[in-house]
């Protein structure tokens, strides 16, 4: 087996820590070191005082609905692919059929997931 297709990985590995390890150590010799207040720890809001703390957690159904939003986008990316694949298929008789069938149980999966979402009640925002 020949090593020499592995040089430019392995120098292209090589170059990204020595870049990773510069940086940090560049930012600590070079950066500024001071001390740090109350007051400069506080988020500025026009010399008002803050109302509330800068850092507020989101809940977690925002979570929830940007997975489900994830998940249906994936599958939008998956159809359109087929789709095009499908077209082809249809020409030769008799593989259009597992093509099809394997892309009715994605569907059907999917389906489901959303039903048991919508029982769970991740889409209400009350």
């Given amino acids: 087996m020949e090593l020499k297709q592995y040089v430019p990985v392995l120098m292209l590995i090589i170059l990204a820590l020595v870049t990773v390890i510069g ?3 560049g930012s600590v010799l070079l950066g500024k070191v001071g001390k740090r207040n109350k007051a400069k720890d506080t988020p500025y ?7 509330t ?7 977690v159904k925002f979570y929830q609905v940007a997975l ?10 998956f159809f359109y ?3 095009v694949a499908y077209k082809e ?3 030769n008789p008799g ?20 039903y048991y979402a ?3 009640g991740v889409l209400n925002f009350k």
């Fill in 23 to 25: 940086m940090l150590v």
């Fill in 45 to 51: 809001e026009c010399g008002i005082e803050p109302i």
């Fill in 53 to 59: 703390p800068g850092t507020s957690r989101y809940p």
């Fill in 68 to 77: 489900i939003f994830i998940l249906f986008d994936v599958e939008v990316v």
């Fill in 81 to 83: 692919p087929w789709a």
């Fill in 89 to 91: 298929l249809l020409k």
């Fill in 95 to 114: 593989t259009h059929n597992l093509v099809f069938f394997s892309m009715a149980a994605f569907t059907l999966i999917l389906i489901v997931a959303y």
């Fill in 118 to 120: 919508v029982k769970k």
